[in-house]
């Protein structure tokens, strides 16, 4: 299609977008490749080194004497340390000063009279003379080459996690009517400001962008104040799903107007001034031709603000509650965590899946951002 | 289920209702003052006057959501500026005094021009570049959707994302993090990242760059396909290589879009907290102005007249930018 | 005879509630260490069928389904209907509700700052006199709790706002007795031993102490803790209550002198694991797990009853990870066992009868047996049978509590939210970064000259 597909300027954009790409997508890789793990190996080795063959230092714990059987007048302890994970072992020991003073197939000397032997697969014998006593078994420290291992143990913990279900249908319930419906408010606001004068647009327009600054934690308790007074006025509660999808589209208002407006200013002149001298009225050229014209830029919005409404924590906590039955996928998440903060294994495997919607989202209307929809209408109009 | 349904009625009926209104008071205008139909003086008189009301039909929802969830609070923000930290005693400008005598305020301050100037700076040029390339190639869509990806990220998710790029371990033990594990895979000392003052700040607007990169390359890329064919085709018959069109022919036109994006990702910068919370909450000389008033406003009860002094800062640093956004209509307007 | 009789009424009663009963973590009447003769008080004196109850706290995840387990003896005794909320920043949350005149009926809070500041705003209900008398006669060290919970209200008055339910301590220092064992180390009965120890594990090339302060938003907070029980075991406790009021300035020598005896095991890069630079941004989360690591990256971790959450899975305390109390100095004999806490207080940010009835729960044992007899869980309530506790750990736990001379809540938390999740977070950094104790200190004292 373009004549220039094989010159060495092609190759040098392929190479340089491939680049970027690895660039942006290294951070979530790791991500992705976290979540996957053990949670014990996330604190202690990086993820690239996941997929390696590597070399651990590791403690296993014999089963306690209790499990001990008596043959030929002995009585033996035995085990696999690998715990059927698989892996080489290259060294072990019995003490922490000493983790690795053995090679396997050697016999280590207990301080208390009882033989250890671990061999290169794994398994061990603890070997005594006597019956051994005690309730907790002897400590192994071996070093082991270990395939790598991936589990999804992470995912199935925060999906079983109660409630998740009833918090991704909030989340969803938040979230789609406060996409929609600052999109269609925005969007004859945006028209206005762009193609009918009157006097002090270009004030008004200045006003939006100073609206955009305001920070969001500033107008919660005034808001939510006004939401408790008109809550009480009409007996209705104060935290509702009303009262979150109008915020949601209050913050989202001036974002959408700026952004619909600049991309409406840019629409070719001759298109509205042919339909105006076909007498067609504000009303309709922005139905019929504005609206159809401006979906990229609706769609982009539209992409926007359902991630910041759906990744949003703050707004829904205010507006809606933390209530069981209240809370959305964010805060679900969050409470995973416990209450001292992160666990790294539960976040890695949760930040997964919150992203999967926002995904889904934009990949269905990205194909509203293809060329031939807007280049093939402006040639028709 | 079955608030979901009734999430969508609302929806459905909301659009109704909105278009409905749209609808409905514009054809009353047209009723009360007829153009159609009508000749001469009364028929230009009725025109005029429908379109001066007009605008402000098609403005009215928008302004009556933004006064209430916006203007108001504003308000209620110079208000509390004025007032002691329970919000109950006028006590004039001492919460601008003190602010100005705070050492960690002009920190703030000083950091959030560094961020000013970097991030918008970086996201928009990334935004454009890979909006540019990607269009280009056949795996564009692919390459697009990956790079949009850090946008669909919660701040909570890219905190942790970016700790695992940013941890440190002391020398000689293995790096858990990607950037101290390059770093003595060459050979260099592991650093504690986001502990060292004024560097730090780089590395938490990289996280920032790397979010807004996905804003910048949607808008862009849909400015850029907006493009008429024809501009380019002429140029390509004239001879013009990738980098000309690019430059002379692309980007002019785009040039209110870009614009647009800056503009837009100032203010975000402006607005910057959740990564300075989740990363350093201000320590380390990290502290910015949206992390301050958070802080003030909320932290062990809250100060309401500091946080809400620091808030009104935030909103004037943003008047250049009105400003700007002012002329650029202006010339717009006239351009016409 | 009266037992009995009690115990009769208690089966009575059981069976009419079989039916909700099911829910209950422990089935009310079956296992006898349990006080049921108080829940069935209880649930006599208390019939608030229809009515609900919203309750604001701090725990999530596990924590919240152990409260769970608790205030479902409450619903089942008085028929209310309870919701339970909470968020990852109830700090602020909480601010926000009250302020906007949605407030919970009952909030849980770990923080004494900023519940003076919701008093002093109006925005909490005084307990009154009933409950600061149960307090005095009920609680060990009664008179303790009773200041911990009066806060002066928006006339300026004092009064008892708030009621400590469920106890951390934090004077423990965390160990593996195997590797002990196999280095042939003592546990130390006095600082001076704590500290040969320190110097010894260095001698024989090893790291003593696993010490991380990062905790994202809050990073800082652990050095916080240390420096309390350094303050507890260098002053007497009038000079540690001074302090955290602001009565002597932070820059008082008493104070560098305890942030230097941090600074001796904190910035010395012999002594830490990863070295002094590691110590601020390691993540508080993380830095137990050394203990376990083959070898041992370091042999001591100074934290509180709650960090074995984030030890390596299956790690059973008592066994493969213990504990010791954090030793007073053998010089300073006459300052006793101190001990320094933390804890959440309940209380009332919406007066209804829901509300002070579950007041009243709290002053059940069965309130605290349920949850003691799980896990995480101390109180210094006389009147709970001790063999309830769910593991030794927490028996054990419970008697360091139980034998303190002088208990002191954390001071972090008692001073105003500015400084003590604030500046004094900030200032611990800055203090293992390399920043001299008078510096630190000087800081922190400029920070709160500013709010007051």
């Avoid at chain 1, 009279?113 to 309730?135: K, N, P, W, Y």
């Avoid at chain 3, 009021?245 to 005896?261: H, Q, R, S, V």
């Avoid at chain 3, 611990?428 to 390399?434: E, T, Y």
Wanted: contains cysteine.
């Amino acid at each position: 299609m373009n004549p220039s597909t094989r010159s060495p300027l092609m190759c040098a954009v392929h190479l340089s977008v491939l680049l970027l790409v690895l660039l942006w997508t290294m951070p979530t890789a790791g991500l992705l490749i976290s979540s996957l793990r053990d949670k014990d190996q996330l604190a202690v080795s990086g993820w690239w080194t996941a997929l390696a063959t590597s070399s651990r230092n590791a403690v296993a714990r014999a089963p306690s004497p209790e499990s001990q059987v008596e043959r030929d007048g002995k009585f033996v302890i035995s085990g696999n340390v690998l715990e059927g994970q698989g892996g080489q072992i290259s060294a072990f020991g019995f003490s922490s000063r000493e983790p690795a003073k053995f090679k396997p197939g050697e016999t280590a000397e207990l301080n208390d009279g009882e033989r250890l032997t671990v061999q290169a697969d794994g398994s061990f014998e603890i070997v005594s003379d006597q019956r051994m006593e005690g309730s907790r078994g002897q400590r192994i420290f071996f070093t082991a080459s270990t395939p790598p291992r991936f589990t999804l143990d992470n995912y199935a913990e925060v999906l079983s996690a109660a409630g998740i279900g009833r918090s991704f249908l909030n989340s969803l319930t938040v979230a789609v009517p406060s996409t929609v419906i600052p999109i269609l408010i925005a969007a004859f606001a945006a028209y206005a400001l762009a193609w009918m004068p009157f006097p002090g647009r270009a004030l008004l327009l200045a006003v939006v962008v100073g609206l955009l600054v305001v920070p969001l934690q500033m107008s919660l308790i005034p808001l939510l104040q006004l939401y408790n007074g008109v809550g009480a006025f009409f007996g209705v509660p104060a935290k509702t799903y009303m009262g979150i999808w109008l915020a949601h589209t209050g913050f989202g208002l001036p974002l959408a107007i700026y952004l619909l407006r600049n991309y409406m200013a840019g629409l070719p002149r001759e298109i509205m001034e042919s339909a105006r001298v076909d007498g067609a009225s504000d009303f309709e050229i922005f139905v019929k031709i504005v609206l159809p014209l401006s979906f990229p830029a609706l769609a982009s919005f539209a992409i926007f603000q359902f991630l910041w409404t759906w990744n949003d924590l703050l707004v829904a906590l205010v507006f809606l509650g933390a209530g069981d039955d209240e809370l959305v996928l964010t805060g679900r998440l969050v409470n995973l965590l416990g209450s001292r903060g992160g666990n790294w294994e539960i976040l890695t495997a949760s930040a997964f899946i919150t992203i999967i919607v926002p995904l889904i989202v934009f990949f269905a209307l990205q194909r509203y951002l293809v060329r031939g929809l807007l280049a093939g209408s402006v040639k028709g109009g | 289920m079955e608030q979901l349904v009734a999430a969508i009625l609302t929806m459905v009926a909301g659009v109704l209702v909105c278009a409905a209104y749209f609808w409905g008071t514009n054809l009353i205008l047209d009723r009360i003052f007829p153009s159609k139909g009508k000749f001469g003086a009364v028929a230009s008189r009725n025109l005029r006057i429908a379109n001066s009301i007009r605008p402000w039909l098609f403005l009215a929802p928008a302004l009556l959501a933004l006064t209430l969830y916006l203007v108001y609070p504003v308000a209620q923000s110079v208000w509390l500026s004025l007032h002691d930290r329970g919000g109950q005693n006028f006590v004039g400008i001492s919460n601008y005094q003190w602010m100005v005598n705070d050492g960690e305020f002009r920190q703030s301050i000083f950091n959030n021009f560094l961020w000013l100037l970097v991030v918008p700076a970086l996201s928009t040029f990334f935004g454009l570049i890979i909006a540019a390339l990607t269009d280009r190639i056949w795996w564009g869509n692919i390459a697009k959707t990956l790079i949009f990806m850090p946008m669909a990220i919660s701040f909570v998710g890219a905190a942790v994302i970016w700790k695992f790029i940013y941890d440190y371990r002391a020398a000689g033990t293995e790096q858990i993090g990607l950037l101290n594990a390059i770093v003595v895979a060459f050979g260099g000392e592991p650093q504690a990242w986001i502990t060292l003052p004024f560097w730090n700040n780089f590395f938490l607007m990289a996280i920032l760059v790397w979010i807004q990169t996905g804003f910048a390359m949607v808008i862009l890329s849909a400015a850029l396909r907006g493009i008429p064919e024809e501009t380019i085709e002429a140029a390509v018959i004239d001879g013009a290589n990738g980098w000309q069109i690019f430059f002379k022919i692309m980007v002019p036109q785009i040039w209110g879009t870009i614009a647009v994006v800056w503009t837009t990702i100032t203010i975000l910068v402006l607005k910057v907290f959740d990564i300075v919370l989740a990363m350093t909450n201000g320590q380390w000389q990290s502290q910015v102005l949206a992390n301050l008033m958070f802080d003030w406003m909320f932290r062990g009860g809250g100060d309401f007249g500091r946080g809400a002094s620091i808030a009104v800062v935030i909103m004037v640093l943003v008047i250049p930018i009105m400003i700007w956004n002012i002329r650029n209509a202006a010339k717009e307007a006239g351009g016409r | 005879m009266k037992r009995s009789l009690l115990w009769g009424a208690a089966a009575l009663a059981l069976l009419a509630g079989s039916a909700g009963a099911a829910d209950l973590k422990f089935k009310p009447g079956e296992d006898s260490k349990f006080n049921w003769a108080s829940f069935e008080e209880f649930k006599k004196g208390h019939d608030l069928k229809g009515q609900t109850l919203t309750i604001f706290g701090p725990w999530r995840g596990e924590d919240e389904a152990l409260f769970k387990s608790v205030y479902a003896y409450f619903a089942e005794a008085t028929g209310v209907e309870v919701k339970y909320s909470s968020s990852e920043n109830y700090e602020q949350q909480i601010v926000i509700d009250t302020q906007a005149g949605s407030p919970p009926d009952v909030a849980i809070l770990p923080q004494p700052g900023l519940i003076a500041d919701l008093a002093a705003k109006g925005l909490l209900t005084p307990l009154g006199d009933e409950t600061k008398q149960w307090l005095l006669d009920n609680y060990a060290a009664g008179q303790s709790w009773v200041d911990l919970s009066t806060y002066n209200g928006k006339d300026g008055q004092p009064a008892l706002y708030a009621f400590p339910y469920k106890i951390d301590v934090k004077s423990l220092v965390w160990y593996v007795p195997e590797n002990f064992e196999d280095a042939g180390y003592e546990v130390p009965k006095t600082m001076e031993e704590l500290k040969a120890l320190t110097e010894q594990i260095a001698e024989d090339g090893e790291k003593p102490w696993c010490i991380g302060l990062g905790s994202g938003g809050a990073t800082g907070w652990p050095a916080t803790d240390w420096v309390e029980d350094l303050m507890l075991r260098t002053q007497p406790a009038d000079v540690y209550d001074k302090w955290v009021k602001n009565e002597i300035p932070f820059t008082d020598p008493a104070i560098t002198a305890a942030l230097d005896e941090f600074g001796w095991f904190a910035r010395n890069d012999k002594f830490v694991d990863g070295g002094a630079a590691a110590v601020a941004s390691t993540d508080f989360r993380d830095s137990p797990k050394g203990l376990f690591a083959s070898p041992p990256k370091c042999y001591l971790h100074h934290q509180a009853s709650f960090i074995p959450s984030f030890f390596p899975e299956g790690t059973v305390v008592g066994e493969d990870a213990d504990f010791f109390y954090m030793p007073p100095y053998e010089s300073k004999k006459e300052l006793g066992n101190p001990v320094l806490g933390a804890g959440t207080l309940a209380m009332i940010t919406k007066d209804t009868p829901a509300a002070r009835a579950f007041i009243e729960f709290l002053k059940t044992p069965i309130a605290h047996e349920v949850w003691m007899a799980q896990t995480s869980f101390l109180t210094p309530y006389k009147s709970v049978n001790v063999d309830v506790y769910g593991n030794p750990p927490l028996k054990k736990q419970g008697e360091i509590l139980l034998s303190a001379t002088t208990f002191r809540f954390d001071g972090s938390d008692l001073m105003p939210g500015k400084i003590g999740a604030g500046a004094f977070w900030t200032g611990m950094v800055d203090f293992v970064g390399g920043k001299s104790s008078a510096d630190v200190a000087a800081g922190v004292q400029k920070a709160w000259d500013a709010i007051k």
